[in-house]
Protein backbone atom coordinates (compact mmCIF):
# COMPACT_ATOMS: atom_id res chain seq x y z
CA UNK A 1 0.00 0.00 0.00
CA UNK A 2 1.01 3.71 -0.45
CA UNK A 3 1.91 5.86 2.68
CA UNK A 4 1.30 9.08 2.70
CA UNK A 5 3.07 11.58 5.05
CA UNK A 6 1.95 15.25 5.53
CA UNK A 7 2.93 18.19 7.40
CA UNK A 8 2.63 19.85 9.17
CA UNK A 9 -0.44 18.71 11.12
CA UNK A 10 -1.18 22.54 12.33
CA UNK A 11 0.08 25.56 11.60
CA UNK A 12 -0.65 28.92 12.80
CA UNK A 13 -0.97 31.77 9.69
CA UNK A 14 -1.79 35.84 9.12
CA UNK A 15 -3.93 36.88 6.74
CA UNK A 16 -2.05 37.99 4.17
CA UNK A 17 0.77 35.37 5.07
CA UNK A 18 2.31 32.62 2.03
CA UNK A 19 1.83 28.94 3.37
CA UNK A 20 3.13 25.74 2.55
CA UNK A 21 1.32 22.45 3.38
CA UNK A 22 3.45 19.10 1.83
CA UNK A 23 2.84 15.64 1.25
CA UNK A 24 5.61 12.82 1.23
CA UNK A 25 4.69 9.75 -0.72
CA UNK A 26 5.98 6.26 -0.77
CA UNK A 27 6.11 4.39 -2.99
CA UNK A 28 6.22 7.19 -5.74
CA UNK A 29 2.64 7.79 -7.31
CA UNK A 30 3.54 10.05 -10.20
CA UNK A 31 0.98 13.17 -10.69
CA UNK A 32 -2.30 11.24 -9.24
CA UNK A 33 -2.64 13.25 -6.26
CA UNK A 34 -5.34 15.90 -5.60
CA UNK A 35 -5.82 18.63 -2.58
CA UNK A 36 -9.08 19.17 -0.96
CA UNK A 37 -9.97 21.47 1.80
CA UNK A 38 -12.66 21.16 4.34
CA UNK A 39 -14.76 23.12 6.36
CA UNK A 40 -16.31 22.33 9.70
CA UNK A 41 -19.72 20.49 9.04
CA UNK A 42 -19.10 20.54 5.15
CA UNK A 43 -17.99 17.86 2.92
CA UNK A 44 -14.49 18.47 1.12
CA UNK A 45 -13.91 20.48 -2.18
CA UNK A 46 -11.11 19.85 -3.99
CA UNK A 47 -8.58 22.22 -4.92
CA UNK A 48 -6.17 20.81 -7.28
CA UNK A 49 -5.52 17.90 -8.97
CA UNK A 50 -2.83 15.81 -10.92
CA UNK A 51 -0.57 17.62 -8.19
CA UNK A 52 -0.55 21.07 -10.22
CA UNK A 53 -3.86 21.75 -11.96
CA UNK A 54 -6.30 24.27 -10.44
CA UNK A 55 -10.19 22.79 -10.33
CA UNK A 56 -11.91 25.48 -11.93
CA UNK A 57 -13.76 27.75 -9.95
CA UNK A 58 -10.78 28.10 -6.98
CA UNK A 59 -8.72 31.17 -6.46
CA UNK A 60 -5.65 31.71 -8.11
CA UNK A 61 -4.13 32.04 -4.77
CA UNK A 62 -3.99 28.05 -4.35
CA UNK A 63 -1.07 26.09 -6.09
CA UNK A 64 -0.02 22.79 -6.37
CA UNK A 65 3.44 21.03 -7.01
CA UNK A 66 5.47 17.96 -6.95
CA UNK A 67 5.60 14.43 -8.82
CA UNK A 68 6.72 11.07 -7.48
CA UNK A 69 7.42 11.43 -3.86
CA UNK A 70 7.14 14.89 -3.05
CA UNK A 71 4.22 17.46 -3.26
CA UNK A 72 3.36 20.79 -1.99
CA UNK A 73 0.19 23.18 -1.45
CA UNK A 74 1.07 26.52 -1.59
CA UNK A 75 -1.33 29.21 -0.63
CA UNK A 76 0.24 32.61 -1.64
CA UNK A 77 -1.52 34.99 0.31
CA UNK A 78 -3.97 34.00 2.70
CA UNK A 79 -7.47 34.97 3.26
CA UNK A 80 -9.75 34.61 6.08
CA UNK A 81 -11.69 32.25 4.11
CA UNK A 82 -9.01 29.96 3.55
CA UNK A 83 -8.99 28.79 7.44
CA UNK A 84 -9.64 25.50 7.43
CA UNK A 85 -8.01 22.14 7.26
CA UNK A 86 -6.30 20.86 4.02
CA UNK A 87 -5.96 17.09 3.16
CA UNK A 88 -3.62 15.55 0.08
CA UNK A 89 -5.39 11.85 -0.99
CA UNK A 90 -3.15 10.00 -3.38
CA UNK A 91 -4.77 8.02 -6.35
CA UNK A 92 -2.46 5.95 -7.71
CA UNK A 93 -3.55 2.91 -6.97
CA UNK A 94 -6.08 1.27 -4.72
CA UNK A 95 -6.44 1.38 -1.91
CA UNK A 96 -6.46 5.13 -2.04
CA UNK A 97 -5.16 7.20 0.41
CA UNK A 98 -5.41 10.57 2.18
CA UNK A 99 -2.91 12.74 4.08
CA UNK A 100 -3.18 12.80 7.90
CA UNK A 101 -4.78 16.41 7.49
CA UNK A 102 -3.27 20.05 8.63
CA UNK A 103 -4.99 22.39 10.41
CA UNK A 104 -4.43 25.98 9.51
CA UNK A 105 -5.38 28.68 12.34
CA UNK A 106 -5.64 32.39 12.42
CA UNK A 107 -2.51 33.65 14.31
CA UNK B 1 -26.40 20.89 -11.03
CA UNK B 2 -24.75 17.66 -9.56
CA UNK B 3 -25.76 16.00 -6.33
CA UNK B 4 -25.04 13.18 -4.70
CA UNK B 5 -27.20 12.64 -1.76
CA UNK B 6 -26.20 9.39 0.62
CA UNK B 7 -28.78 7.54 2.54
CA UNK B 8 -29.20 4.12 5.05
CA UNK B 9 -27.22 5.51 8.48
CA UNK B 10 -28.13 5.35 11.77
CA UNK B 11 -27.49 3.49 14.94
CA UNK B 12 -26.27 -0.43 14.79
CA UNK B 13 -25.22 -2.68 17.06
CA UNK B 14 -21.77 -4.11 16.69
CA UNK B 15 -21.69 -7.68 14.76
CA UNK B 16 -24.54 -6.06 12.58
CA UNK B 17 -24.74 -5.01 9.02
CA UNK B 18 -26.47 -1.93 7.08
CA UNK B 19 -26.55 -0.85 3.46
CA UNK B 20 -25.88 2.25 2.89
CA UNK B 21 -27.24 4.04 -0.81
CA UNK B 22 -25.86 7.13 -2.65
CA UNK B 23 -28.33 8.36 -5.19
CA UNK B 24 -26.54 10.55 -8.38
CA UNK B 25 -28.00 13.30 -10.29
CA UNK B 26 -26.99 15.56 -12.69
CA UNK B 27 -23.76 14.00 -14.14
CA UNK B 28 -23.37 11.01 -16.48
CA UNK B 29 -23.37 8.75 -13.62
CA UNK B 30 -21.80 5.56 -15.59
CA UNK B 31 -18.61 7.73 -16.98
CA UNK B 32 -17.32 7.89 -12.93
CA UNK B 33 -15.67 6.18 -10.45
CA UNK B 34 -17.05 6.34 -7.42
CA UNK B 35 -15.67 6.04 -3.88
CA UNK B 36 -16.82 5.69 -0.01
CA UNK B 37 -15.02 8.02 2.43
CA UNK B 38 -15.87 7.96 5.96
CA UNK B 39 -14.61 10.72 8.64
CA UNK B 40 -15.04 9.43 12.53
CA UNK B 41 -15.77 12.17 14.91
CA UNK B 42 -13.43 15.19 15.26
CA UNK B 43 -10.98 12.70 12.78
CA UNK B 44 -9.70 12.95 9.42
CA UNK B 45 -10.90 11.64 5.99
CA UNK B 46 -10.58 7.92 5.32
CA UNK B 47 -11.05 6.39 2.03
CA UNK B 48 -12.98 3.08 2.20
CA UNK B 49 -13.61 1.82 -1.16
CA UNK B 50 -13.62 3.00 -4.69
CA UNK B 51 -15.19 0.76 -7.73
CA UNK B 52 -14.95 1.88 -11.27
CA UNK B 53 -17.41 2.74 -13.74
CA UNK B 54 -18.35 -0.47 -14.67
CA UNK B 55 -17.59 -1.98 -11.29
CA UNK B 56 -14.74 -3.74 -13.19
CA UNK B 57 -11.72 -2.66 -10.52
CA UNK B 58 -12.81 -2.53 -6.79
CA UNK B 59 -10.67 -1.31 -4.14
CA UNK B 60 -11.08 -1.81 0.24
CA UNK B 61 -9.43 -0.10 2.59
CA UNK B 62 -7.68 -2.55 4.98
CA UNK B 63 -9.61 -1.37 7.44
CA UNK B 64 -12.93 -2.72 6.03
CA UNK B 65 -11.31 -5.54 3.52
CA UNK B 66 -13.25 -8.91 3.93
CA UNK B 67 -16.61 -6.95 5.44
CA UNK B 68 -17.79 -3.97 3.49
CA UNK B 69 -18.95 -4.66 -0.32
CA UNK B 70 -18.89 -1.55 -2.76
CA UNK B 71 -21.57 -1.99 -5.50
CA UNK B 72 -23.45 0.23 -7.96
CA UNK B 73 -26.68 0.24 -10.34
CA UNK B 74 -25.64 2.13 -13.43
CA UNK B 75 -29.47 1.78 -14.84
CA UNK B 76 -30.75 3.62 -11.42
CA UNK B 77 -27.54 6.11 -11.03
CA UNK B 78 -26.78 4.64 -7.64
CA UNK B 79 -23.55 3.18 -5.71
CA UNK B 80 -24.28 1.11 -2.64
CA UNK B 81 -21.53 -0.04 0.09
CA UNK B 82 -22.95 -3.19 2.37
CA UNK B 83 -21.76 -2.65 5.75
CA UNK B 84 -21.24 -6.15 7.58
CA UNK B 85 -19.60 -6.80 10.80
CA UNK B 86 -19.77 -3.61 12.51
CA UNK B 87 -17.17 -2.39 14.78
CA UNK B 88 -17.74 0.80 17.12
CA UNK B 89 -14.39 1.89 14.55
CA UNK B 90 -16.38 2.19 11.98
CA UNK B 91 -18.51 5.19 13.39
CA UNK B 92 -17.98 7.36 11.26
CA UNK B 93 -19.94 10.52 8.55
CA UNK B 94 -20.18 8.52 5.36
CA UNK B 95 -19.29 10.38 1.85
CA UNK B 96 -20.53 9.38 -1.76
CA UNK B 97 -18.14 10.91 -3.74
CA UNK B 98 -16.74 11.12 -7.20
CA UNK B 99 -13.47 12.86 -6.81
CA UNK B 100 -14.82 16.16 -7.66
CA UNK B 101 -18.10 15.77 -6.19
CA UNK B 102 -19.54 14.84 -3.25
CA UNK B 103 -22.48 14.04 -1.06
CA UNK B 104 -23.11 15.70 2.74
CA UNK B 105 -22.78 12.24 3.89
CA UNK B 106 -25.05 9.75 6.24
CA UNK B 107 -23.98 8.97 9.78
CA UNK B 108 -23.39 5.73 10.37
CA UNK B 109 -22.99 5.02 14.58
CA UNK B 110 -21.78 1.17 16.00
CA UNK B 111 -23.07 1.08 19.55
CA UNK B 112 -24.73 -1.41 22.02
Known amino acids: DIQMTQSPSSLSASVGDRVTITCRASPGIRSDLSWYQQKPGKAPKRLIYAASTLQSGVPSRFSGSGSGTEFTLTISSLQPEDFATYYCLQHNSYPYTFGQGTKLEIK | EVQLVESGGGLVQPGRSLRLSCAAS????????MHWVRQAPGKGLEWVSG????????GYADSVKGRFTISRDNARNSLYLQLHSLRAEDTALYYCATQDYWGQGTLVTVSS
Open chain 2, 26 to 33: GLAFDNYA
Open chain 2, 51 to 58: ISWNSGNI
